[in-house]
């Protein structure tokens, strides 16, 4: 089993290397699959991120569905770690949140409860549905209080997945249903 700390910093390594032809290419791919996954499930409200640090470029799946009848979440960061979710409305409503990730900030968060698919960024993942994320536990907390039937769907490079139960993790760690790359859309289910 890979140690969280090695993992953590030889996967960001790996990913800040990334060229920006490699980037878009392999997240135009992911997001054609993302929006499969959508329309396969029939998804009203979905969570998505703003990429960092060479993550995949989740904004364009987000374009793809922009103007279909799915209600879109973005997350906020708070000073304490935690996550809260805010509708997305357009690119210029966007504030830099706490850690300096563009966010929507509103009135109202939205109720978590209401959010069918999370799109969660990682480090790296393995088949088995565990992730690697940056060590402050945000997404953890925050999809303990989602309903109990939300999708959770790690959206990776293809070089961040392990093999089948690789990567350390803990009782705290929430476990990926799905994960989407480049290579397509991979049942964790399966892999247990």
Same mark, same amino acid.
């Given at each position: 089993?890979?140690?969280?700390? *090695? ?5 960001? /390594? ?5 060229? /920006?032809?490699? $980037?878009?290419? +392999?997240? =135009?791919?992911?997001?054609? &699959? *993302?929006?499969?996954?959508? #329309? ?13 640090? /060479?993550?995949?470029? *989740? ?24 996550? +809260? &979710?805010?509708? &997305?409305? !357009? ?24 959010? !069918?698919?999370?799109? $969660? ?10 992730? *690697? ?17 939300? $999708? &959770?769907?790690?959206?990776?490079? /293809?070089?961040?997945?392990? !093999? #089948? ?17 480049? #290579?397509?859309? $991979?049942?964790?289910? =399966?892999?247990?």
């Amino acid at each position: 089993m890979y140690s969280k700390i *090695i993992v953590r910093q030889e996967m960001l /390594n790996k990913r800040l290397n990334l060229k /920006n032809e490699e $980037i878009i290419y +392999c997240s =135009d791919i992911i997001s054609d &699959f *993302i929006r499969v996954f959508i #329309k396969q499930r029939a998804v009203k409200s979905a969570a998505f991120y703003m990429s960092i640090k /060479n993550e995949v470029k *989740i904004e364009l799946a987000i374009d793809r569905i922009l103007y279909e009848n799915i209600k879109i979440n973005l997350p906020y960061c708070k000073k304490n770690s935690d996550i +809260c &979710f805010y509708k &997305f409305k !357009d690119t210029r409503t966007l504030v830099k949140d706490n850690y300096g990730i563009l966010s929507p900030k509103c009135d109202k968060e939205t109720d978590i409860s209401s959010i !069918d698919v999370f799109f $969660i960024p990682g480090l790296a993942f393995d088949r088995a549905g565990n992730r *690697i994320g940056y060590g402050k536990g945000c997404y953890d907390k925050v999809l303990t209080g989602s309903k109990k039937n939300s $999708i &959770f769907v790690g959206v990776c490079y /293809n070089f961040q997945i392990y !093999d #089948k139960k690789e990567i350390e993790f803990t009782q705290n760690d929430i476990k990926m249903h799905y994960l989407i790359c480049e #290579k397509g859309i $991979i049942n964790c289910s =399966d892999n247990v």
